[in-house]
């Protein structure tokens, strides 16, 4: 059986040709300086651009809208990367998407662009609406807009046939106030970007250690023997932690990176905020590398465990800490029992890592009095996600890397309030004490019922359950797995909303009724009745902090996500809200109140939040404490788990390329990898290649198969590429089309998009 054919492509790349080069052996220096600055000034302009990045991650600035890596306490003049000033340059265009853009472009024209025109084409700058049956938007205004909405989700038979998804860019004052809406209107259906990204971090994390975040401080990198960066990529996706690299390896840390790929960030940096380091040769910073396969990081962990284990029982009471797992732990034994009873052959063999690779990891962790495990979707994004979180979890615990300086966990967050949203109670399982506080500050019965997550938001569009979808940013159409099952979801909605900021492919696959709502960006003055407002942000260690955007608003009709929320809030729940949404907007500080009365950790918020640097919120395991129904950490079992590959099929994941943020694609370049001008290419082993009969350049199409549903990405380009044997990689988002809605993670349902089954199928020319 074939997946339905979509109707349209859904996704549509413009490069035009293909070159590969050898990656540069350094990341940042001067190509990255030129590249930052070529992007500022194209997209706005020599003074906008100058005076915005100097805005850009300052005390008095606003916050980066790329990753959510802390600023340091002592900040240079130019805090920020090159990849966050392309973020900063989409987002502060002077380009405008208007209504005469609207009236010039039909729907179905915009279809056939690519995703990187339609983002290219400028801000979106007013409502548009598209009736039914309609291939144009027109313009419509907000309380017309805000009308539609209230019509729509109160003629349905339950609120629980809504859906409200985050993506996690918005702010922690419009989350809280979306949030607040949501569960005033009765249903807990609100899926976030963090479903698809580190929910398996937070899962995995909770269940063990007590809390869903992070456990070290920026601080922490100063003060580390051994940091272990494992499936994350941040030469591209967090720039500047590479600076807290480079800090910490001058400091006589070392570095191991666990990747398929020899990632160029991490085998030299050349840090441009010092002028050193844009000449010469940089610093090496990842001192081994173990290029493991694709999912074989819980083989992988099992032997460096394993190596320390047997290192213990020859030096008794030297090598792991036996004081913290005695106290602080349980379920040591039963651990120790898989370990020893897990064979070497099964752990090489699924990690792809060699006996004296894995020996001298060992050895490195073994060495370091204290260490931090940082990581990011390369572990996250697979069926046995949680799993691969607790197997990290389980290698720190040996050491008694919690709760002292230099040690600890650390998920390094995607977008920059991801970790801020979930704070505030975007969240489809939100606990019985958040709501029971909800209740008694604002008077209203919160819906009990756990809502629908990502994936199952998908299937319950899909199958008529739900009929209204609201976005508050993002991009669900292309972030999602199964794509053509997405778009057949979103167009089974009676009405799908879009609050954003650029124009994507969500904007075109819709319900019968569509609504752009155009928001200010973060780089933007958020003027209200009370006067020019400032938004708060937690970053990925549990820093609150202000950004305050410095720029003219591009249109006069951009209202802020706080009002947007405000403006669909009073037309839905009218008088009998509980509510007063009007004051809440005239002045952010009563929305910081109310925060302050329902979420722990926000004790005098607005005070501390306007003190130099923000303040950290309560972090129970860096205290020594973990918050387990049992008060200790959890020791974890997990099996190594297999994935049994015919001839032919290879195990793919999909990854970003240098040149995108998400569902943003900036460029069709992936500088860091050497590969120019294309975006729909398969990285393969050259010996794969070479057995399949394959070279550069070749056409093929992709094909996965679960179920007995077949799915193709057509007409992508084969690229030899230094990885494990039997592996693949693709990019997101357009590869998403392969992985299937029903394969995700275990608990977490994360969609496994870094470990999808594939064939190629050459395509005749
Ligand atoms: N410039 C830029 N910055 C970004 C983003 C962006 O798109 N562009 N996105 C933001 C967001 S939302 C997020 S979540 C983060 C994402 O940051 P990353 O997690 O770094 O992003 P990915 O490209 O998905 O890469 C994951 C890395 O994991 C490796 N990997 C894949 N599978 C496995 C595996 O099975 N085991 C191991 N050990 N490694 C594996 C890949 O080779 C790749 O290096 O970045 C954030 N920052
Ligand atoms: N196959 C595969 N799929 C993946 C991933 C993967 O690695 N592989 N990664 C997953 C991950 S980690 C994540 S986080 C998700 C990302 O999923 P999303 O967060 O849904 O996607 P983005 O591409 O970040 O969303 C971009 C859009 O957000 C809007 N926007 C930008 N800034 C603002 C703002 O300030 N306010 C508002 N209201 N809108 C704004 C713009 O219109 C822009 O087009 O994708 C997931 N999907
Ligand atoms: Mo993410």
Redesign the pocket.
């Known amino acids: 059986m074939t997946d339905e054919k979509p109707k349209k492509a859904i996704i549509r790349n413009d490069d035009e040709g293909l070159e590969v080069d050898d990656p540069p052996t350094t990341a940042a220096g001067i190509p990255a300086v030129l590249a930052t600055a070529d992007h500022a000034r194209r997209q706005m302009g020599v003074f906008r651009g100058v005076k915005t990045l100097l805005r850009l991650n300052q005390a008095k600035g606003f916050d980066c809208?790329g990753c959510a890596w802390p600023d340091p306490a002592h900040r240079a003049t130019a805090e920020f990367c090159e990849n966050g000033a392309k973020a900063v340059a989409d987002?502060a265009t002077t380009d405008i998407v208007d209504p005469a853009f609207f009236e010039d472009h039909a729907i179905s024209q915009l279809m056939e662009k690519s995703g990187r025109w339609?983002?290219a084409q400028g801000r979106?700058a007013q409502p548009m609406v598209r009736r039914p049956g309609a291939d144009h938007y027109e313009p419509i205004r907000w309380q017309e807009a805000f009308e539609l909405i209230a019509d729509e989700l109160n003629g349905l038979d339950s609120p629980d046939e809504a859906i409200f998804?985050t993506?996690?860019?918005?702010?922690n004052e419009?989350a809280f106030l979306y949030q607040l809406f949501v569960r005033e209107f009765g249903t807990n259906n609100l899926p976030?970007?963090?479903n698809?990204?580190?929910e398996s971090s937070g899962v995995g994390l909770s269940e063990v250690i007590g809390i869903g975040k992070g456990t070290v401080s920026l601080e922490d990198f100063e003060h580390t023997d051994a940091i272990f960066v494992i499936g994350q990529n941040p030469g591209t996706n967090h720039p500047r932690m590479m600076s807290a690299l480079q800090r910490a390896a001058r400091k006589g840390a070392t570095i191991v990176s666990i990747n398929p790929l020899a990632e160029t960030g991490l085998t030299r940096f050349k840090n441009p905020q010092e002028i050193r380091g844009w000449v010469g040769k940089g610093t090496p910073l990842s001192d081994l590398h173990l290029p493991v396969r694709i999912n074989g990081d819980v083989a992988l962990l099992k032997g460096i465990i394993k190596e320390i284990l047997a290192s213990e029982e020859q030096r008794r009471g030297e090598v792991i800490d036996r004081e913290f797992i005695d106290q602080k732990t349980s379920g040591f034994e039963e651990f120790a029992d898989d370990i020893r009873r897990t064979d070497w052959e099964e752990i090489t063999e699924a990690s792809g890592i060699c006996r004296d690779q894995i020996r001298q990891a060992a050895q490195i962790a073994m060495d370091a009095d204290s260490m931090i495990c940082c990581w990011?979707?390369g572990l996250?994004?697979h069926k046995n996600g949680v799993a691969n979180i607790q197997q990290v979890v389980n290698l720190l615990l040996l050491g008694g890397h919690f709760g002292r300086p230099g040690a600890g966990a650390c998920p390094v967050r995607?977008?920059s309030n991801?970790q801020g949203d979930r704070t505030m109670g975007i969240w489809d399982r939100p606990t019985d004490a958040f709501l029971d506080r909800l209740k008694s500050t604002f008077g209203f019965e919160p819906p009990r019922e756990h809502g629908y997550d990502a994936v199952h938001a998908i299937k319950a569009m899909r199958d008529g359950q739900a009929k209204v979808f609201v976005?508050?940013?993002?991009?669900?159409l292309?972030?999602?797995?199964d794509t053509n099952l997405t778009a057949r979801a979103l167009e089974n909605c009676r009405l799908t909303v879009?609050?954003?900021?650029?124009?994507?492919r969500?904007?075109l696959i819709t319900g019968d009724m569509a609504l752009i709502l155009p928001?200010?960006?973060?780089t933007e003055i958020d003027r209200q009745a009370g006067g020019p407002q400032f938004v708060t942000v937690e970053n990925s260690m549990g820093i609150v902090h202000p950004s305050r955007g410095g720029l003219e608003p591009l249109s006069e009709h951009l209202l802020s996500?706080p009002a947007?929320v405000a403006g669909m809030a009073r037309a839905v729940l009218g008088d009998s809200s509980k509510v007063s949404w009007e004051e809440l907007i005239a002045d952010y500080d009563v929305i910081r109140e109310l925060i302050e009365e329902v979420i722990p950790g926000f004790e005098s918020f607005n005070i501390r939040v306007r003190k130099p640097g923000g303040f950290p919120l309560p972090n129970p395991v860096r205290e020594g404490r973990f918050s387990t129904d049992t008060g200790k950490a959890k020791f974890t079992v997990h099996p190594i788990p297999r994935h049994e590959l015919d001839d032919g099929e290879y195990l793919m994941?999909?990854?970003?390329s240098h040149d995108q943020?998400?569902?943003?694609v900036y460029t069709n370049d992936d500088r860091y990898r050497g590969i120019k001008d294309a975006r729909r290419v398969v990285l393969l082993n050259p010996d794969d290649v070479a057995e399949a009969g394959l070279k550069q350049g070749d056409a093929v199409d992709l094909v996965s198969e679960y179920d007995g549903v077949e799915r193709v990405a057509p007409n992508f380009r084969v690229v030899p590429y230094e990885m494990p044997r039997k592996s693949a990689g693709t990019y997101?988002?357009e590869?998403?089309v392969l992985?299937p809605v029903d394969e995700y993670a275990h608990r977490s349902h994360t969609?496994a998009?870094?470990s999808i089954v594939i064939r190629l199928r050459r395509r005749s020319t």
């Open positions: 809208p987002e339609l983002n979106l998804y993506s996690g860019r918005t702010s419009a976030d970007c963090s698809m990204c580190h990011a979707m996250t994004q995607g977008h991801v976005a508050m940013g993002g991009n669900f292309s972030a999602s797995p879009q609050i954003s900021t650029k124009l994507n969500s904007h928001c200010l960006g973060r996500e947007i994941m999909t990854i970003r943020f998400n569902t943003t997101f988002p590869a998403n992985v969609p998009s870094k």
